[in-house]
């Protein structure tokens, strides 16, 4: 059974043809209003969520699908201790497809290898988030026209933000790409994301802590909250959550074309002044991440022979 646990399980070519989707979806909602007529998505999420989980439910409704939620795992039998694998099998006998958000590192790979229908991990600790690099990578495309050949700079979080370790694993895999790596010494990228996925794939990037210097080369910038719940004491939280923030001045220095992403929730690293800026795409992000989450659905139940 083919799940999505993390964004390298889809080739680059599946990755066209999901954009491809997508945007005809865009263009041509009521032709698949109704081609999940009868089906189920589960959505699983054992952290809080707004964007993923709403925006696969939305997903599924606007395919013509129903959703089952568990939306605080408080209120499921995890709090009882049953186990990740237990609930995959549960859930399968109810659903035709699951997507996951859980703490755990491989929470979700867990239920892919135990359940009978496909698993989206719709996040998993500090480790992936593919669906979120699904929506990126639509949003890039559809901003820049194409996805090789771009300079994108990550700023914030990048120890703990699994967003950042899904789109560089991603955006690897076209030719041209480069990366520059802006954040405080201790929450620099984990040397196991630069050694497997950078420099295992020989794609160029530099280490900086210095966000405004490094604007004028970027195609696009990717800024990330500090991950307050990763963290093992709060005073190393309040000492870094303000590193960056992005604010209309620091922009002066950034091309006319550079597109800023930000997968949200936002909290202080972009101030609210630059929502007007014409280069601020986190909100089209946001509504492009249903339309992703759409083609992925789609695809995954064919794949699956349930379509
Ligand atoms: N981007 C993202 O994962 O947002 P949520 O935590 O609100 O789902």
Redesign the pocket.
């Known amino acids: 059974m083919r799940s999505v646990i993390r964004i390298a399980d889809l080739s680059v070519e599946e990755i066209a043809g999901l954009n491809a989707t997508a945007s005809d979806i865009i263009a041509h909602p009521k032709n698949y209003a109704e081609v999940c007529h009868g089906k189920k998505l589960a959505t699983l999420f054992f952290?809080?969520?707004?964007?993923?989980?709403l925006?696969f439910e939305a997903a599924m409704y606007d395919l013509g699908g129903h959703v089952l939620s568990v939306s605080d795992g408080n209120s499921s039998s995890a709090a009882k201790g049953e186990s990740v694998a237990d609930t995959a099998k549960t859930v399968s006998c109810y659903a035709d497809i699951i997507a996951m958000?859980h703490p755990k590192e491989g929470a979700p790979y867990v239920a892919s290898v135990n359940a009978s229908v496909p698993v989206i991990n719709?996040?998993d600790g500090g480790h992936n988030?593919p669906t979120?690099t699904l929506?990126d990578l639509l949003t890039i495309q559809r901003e820049k026209g194409h996805l090789d050949g771009l300079t994108i700079g990550v700023c914030g979080d990048l120890k703990f933000g699994r967003?950042v370790h899904s789109l560089l694993e991603a955006m690897s895999r076209y030719p041209g790409t480069r990366f520059v790596l802006i954040s405080p010494e201790e929450l620099k990228l984990p040397s196991y994301v630069k050694k497997d996925i950078l420099e295992a794939q020989g794609v160029p990037y530099i280490q900086t802590t210095d966000l405004e210097g490094s604007l004028p080369e970027l195609d696009a910038l990717y800024m990330t909250r500090v991950q307050r719940e990763r963290f093992f004491n709060e005073e190393d939280y309040l000492r870094l959550k303000d590193s960056y923030i992005l604010t209309p001045e620091r922009l002066r220095s950034a091309r006319q074309d550079m597109i800023i992403l930000h997968?949200?929730?936002r909290v202080n690293e972009i101030s609210l002044a630059v929502d007007a800026d014409p280069r601020a795409c986190y909100f089209k992000q946001v509504a492009n991440?249903k339309f992703a989450r759409m083609a992925l659905i789609l695809m995954l139940l064919k794949e699956a022979g349930t379509l």
């Open positions: 952290e809080p969520s707004t964007r993923t989980r925006s958000r719709a996040g988030h979120q929506t967003t997968p949200l929730p991440g």
